[in-house]
């Protein structure tokens, strides 16, 4: 009866070994899932967030065109050409405006992009489960030995 005992502990660490190997496989399999599923939801976020960004330009250019136009129409009406001097200077200066707010928008959507990302450092696990079952295969081998 005495030999079995190390038999049957052998038979055990088999089937641990074996059972770890068929989680660590189920974990792969859910981690390529939720990977998969993590970057249709980032490539969607982008997406949108893209979009949301050509809306917010246009809106920029339209407002950027109405004021150029008023301010002109204004100084025209003056008596003052818009081309020339202090007209010139104040449709750059609302040009200058209008590439600073651009470039705030574009920084705003890097950063939204850059939120979005998943690390690509996250651990998945599925070391954890090799350990174990080799810390019970260790166990076995030593108990054959003592």
Same mark, same amino acid.
């Given at each position: 009866? !005495?030999?079995?005992?190390?038999?049957?502990?052998?038979?055990?660490?088999?089937?641990? &070994?074996? %059972?770890?190997?068929?989680?660590?496989?189920?974990?792969? !399999?859910?981690?390529?899932?939720? /990977?998969? @599923?993590?970057?249709?939801?980032? #490539?969607?976020?982008?997406?949108?967030?893209?979009? #949301? #960004?050509? !809306?917010?330009?246009? $809106?920029?250019?339209?407002?950027?065109?109405? *004021?150029? $136009?008023?301010?002109? $129409?204004? =100084? +025209?009406?003056?008596? /003052?050409?818009?081309?020339?001097?202090?007209?010139? %200077?104040?449709? +750059?200066?609302?040009?200058?405006?209008?590439? !600073? +707010?651009? %470039?705030?928008?574009?920084? /705003?959507? +890097? $950063?939204?992009?850059?939120?979005?990302?998943?690390?690509?450092?996250?651990?998945?696990?599925? &070391?954890? *489960?090799?350990?174990?079952?080799? @810390?019970?295969?260790? @166990?076995? =081998?030593?108990?054959? =030995?003592?």
């Amino acid at each position: 009866m !005495a030999q079995i005992a190390p038999i049957a502990t052998l038979i055990g660490a088999g089937t641990s &070994l074996y %059972a770890a190997a068929q989680q660590a496989q189920s974990q792969s !399999a859910q981690i390529r899932q939720q /990977v998969a @599923n993590a970057q249709a939801q980032s #490539q969607a976020q982008a997406q949108q967030v893209a979009a #949301q #960004q050509a !809306a917010d330009e246009r $809106a920029r250019q339209s407002r950027l065109a109405g *004021t150029i $136009a008023s301010a002109r $129409a204004r =100084l +025209a009406a003056g008596g /003052v050409t818009p081309d020339e001097g202090s007209a010139a %200077a104040l449709t +750059a200066g609302l040009e200058s405006e209008a590439a !600073a +707010a651009k %470039a705030d928008s574009d920084a /705003v959507f +890097a $950063a939204r992009l850059a939120a979005g990302r998943r690390s690509l450092l996250n651990s998945d696990g599925s &070391l954890t *489960t090799w350990l174990r079952a080799g @810390n019970s295969f260790g @166990n076995a =081998l030593r108990s054959l =030995l003592e």
